[in-house]
T-cell receptor, first 115, second 115 residues
Framework: AQSVAQPEDQVNVAEGNPLTVKCTYS??????LFWYVQYPNRGLQFLLK??????LVKGSYGFEAEFNKSQTSFHLKTPSALVSDSALYFC?????????????FGAGTRLAVHP | KAGVTQTPRYLIKTRGQQVTLSCSPI?????VSWYQQTPGQGLQFLFE???????NKGNFPGRFSGRQFSNSRSEMNVSTLELGDSALYLC??????????????FGEGSRLTVL
């Protein structure tokens, strides 16, 4: 079965410091990978995606993600965290198993940026 | 452009009842996906409708059903409610199939509480 994992339930970082939110995946074939963010009491918002091309993908709100095929990872990064970045972050992957074509999401990582 | 609209935002039901949730996608979007979000299980994919046809399906029992109308609006129904159905139900729309585009636009969700 195809899957996506976010090994950290929570990440704490001081404002202005770089941050990384980790994501690993297990799919057959070429992966389609995505990051979403959820602010309190809101739906998810799309941040960025990797389908093909450069391994470093730039997205919304100053975030970027690095695709690493050998490590089957797609970590989300920003060079300088803001308090307003505090939210729940989801990694997602396209799942083609069972004849379907759907997005499955990781369990989410809660990011807390402290002033 | 108006975003994805879900109604009702909050509702309380008792075990054994049924519930219908509604989702109006972004104008021009033909795909509507439904997800269940709970603290313990994270985001679980329910189903996706595209041009009034169910195109993808998750691993939920038959009590969970949906449909899509010719104007792309979608409804999901849960019959014979159980306590475990308490969750935030999220609807997301996309221009094409979710798995192909990966760029889903989420509503703010319908929070269902089953007593």
């Amino acid at each position: 079965a195809q899957s996506v994992a976010q090994p950290e339930d929570q990440v704490n970082v001081a404002e202005g410091n770089p941050l990384t939110v980790k994501c690993t995946y297990s799919v057959s074939g070429n992966p389609y990978l995505f990051w979403y963010v959820q602010y309190p009491n809101r739906g998810l918002q799309f941040l960025l995606k990797y389908i093909t091309g450069d391994n470093l993908v730039k997205g919304s709100y100053g975030f970027e993600a690095e695709f690493n095929k050998s490590q089957t990872s797609f970590h989300l990064k920003t060079p300088s965290a803001l308090v307003s970045d505090s939210a729940l972050y989801f990694c997602a992957v396209r799942d083609l198993s069972g004849g379907y074509n759907k997005l499955i999401f990781g369990a989410g990582t809660r990011l807390a940026v402290h002033p | 452009k108006a975003g994805v609209t879900q109604t009702p935002r909050y509702l309380i039901k008792t075990r054994g009842q049924q519930v219908t949730l509604s989702c109006s996608p972004i104008s021009g979007h033909r795909s509507v996906s439904w997800y269940q979000q709970t603290p313990g299980q994270g985001l679980q994919f329910l189903f996706e409708y595209f041009s009034e046809t169910q195109r993808n399906k998750g691993n939920f029992p038959g009590r969970f059903s949906g449909r899509q109308f010719s104007n792309s609006r979608s409804e999901m129904n849960v019959s014979t409610l159980e306590l475990g159905d308490s969750a935030l139900y999220l609807c997301a729309s996309s221009f094409g199939l979710a798995g192909n585009t990966g760029e889903l636009f989420f509503g703010e969700g319908s929070r269902l509480t089953v007593l």
